[in-house]
């Protein structure tokens, strides 16, 4: 794993006429996660899409070194290619050698012929996640990565994020539900609301 940090300092969010968050700061280095946790609307999408360097922060800076790969709502996925091909697409593009690997491991070997655009809910995050680990990056920024999952997926997504954080990746969780992971730190983001 590539060795990767992930820091912000006094990061202040502005969406339309109104700022949601301001001075929050936080530091982490390979090994760490961190739950982002507050109500609907408060900006813990806004604010990995800040980390993520998709979104301009209104003030403050972001420092990362290693590579980031974000899961939100958005997999871009071909929804008309079959799931095998479409994993194979990205795996090209991210130089993974075997995309189709972790679809065993999130139990999807035989949705791989099945069109992305016919895959349930939870199918289609267990997909987005299939997409994330093959990215390779040792930033994870995971935007309700549970959201939609059966008991069983949801144990084996938290087992992926145990393992990427035990091989020295960091993980920035965004998420209404609890999360099952030992010495995972928590940034209540209405101590930073406006
Ligand atoms: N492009 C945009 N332009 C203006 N306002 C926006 C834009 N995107 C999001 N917002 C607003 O920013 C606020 C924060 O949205 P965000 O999605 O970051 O919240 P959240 O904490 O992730 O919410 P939830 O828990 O419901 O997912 C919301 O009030 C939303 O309407």
Redesign the pocket.
């Given at each position: 794993m590539q060795a990767c940090s992930l820091s912000a300092s006094e990061l202040a969010c502005r969406?339309?006429d109104r700022v949601?968050f301001r001075d929050l700061g936080l530091a982490m280095d390979g090994g760490s996660a961190l739950h982002i946790t507050?109500s609907?609307?408060?900006?813990?999408?806004?604010l990995m899409r800040i980390l993520a360097g998709l979104l301009r922060p209104y003030s403050g800076s972001v420092q990362r070194t290693g590579t980031v790969a974000l899961l939100d709502e958005n997999p871009a996925l071909d929804p008309q290619l079959p799931l095998g091909k479409a994993l194979q697409f990205w795996g090209r593009v991210d130089r993974c050698d075997d995309a189709g690997e972790i679809a065993s491991v999130l139990d999807m070997d035989s949705l791989l012929d099945v069109p992305f655009r016919y895959l349930s809910t939870g199918q289609r995050k267990r997909a987005a996640f299939a997409r994330l680990v093959n990215q390779g990056a040792p930033i994870w920024l995971l935007d309700e990565p549970l959201n939609g999952l059966d008991a069983e997926a949801r144990k084996r997504i938290t087992a992926l994020i145990k393992l990427h954080c035990s091989d020295g990746g960091i993980c920035v969780i965004?998420s209404?539900q609890a999360m099952d992971l030992p010495d995972c730190e928590t940034l209540p983001l209405e101590e930073y609301a406006l």
């Open positions: 969406r339309g949601l507050g609907n609307g408060i900006g813990k999408s806004s965004a209404h």
